[in-house]
């Protein structure tokens, strides 16, 4: 998950939860993209590839730090 409050410049993991819910195992590129809403720049976060099992599930996560104050971040996870 997202830590629900950070301030400035605080350094965090941000985790998201991938699962396999199909009967086959599957490979996967994970990528995440931010944005906000005021402009900030944003780091580019490099895509993970993962391996699930048939109905396992594995957490995956970027590092980075908090943006200036009052800059509301959107996250858009896709894997392919």
Sequence with gaps: ???PVVR????YRAM???RN???TALRATVAATLTSEDGAPLPTL???SIELAAAASTEIG???N???AGTRLQWQI???
């Design 1 to 3: 998950g997202l830590p």
């Design 8 to 11: 400035a410049g605080d350094r």
């Design 16 to 18: 998201f939860t991938a």
């Design 21 to 23: 819910a199909g009967e």
């Design 46 to 48: 490099a895509p993970q």
């Design 62 to 64: 970027w590092e980075l």
């Design 66 to 68: 908090a943006p200036p």
């Design 78 to 80: 896709d894997a392919t």
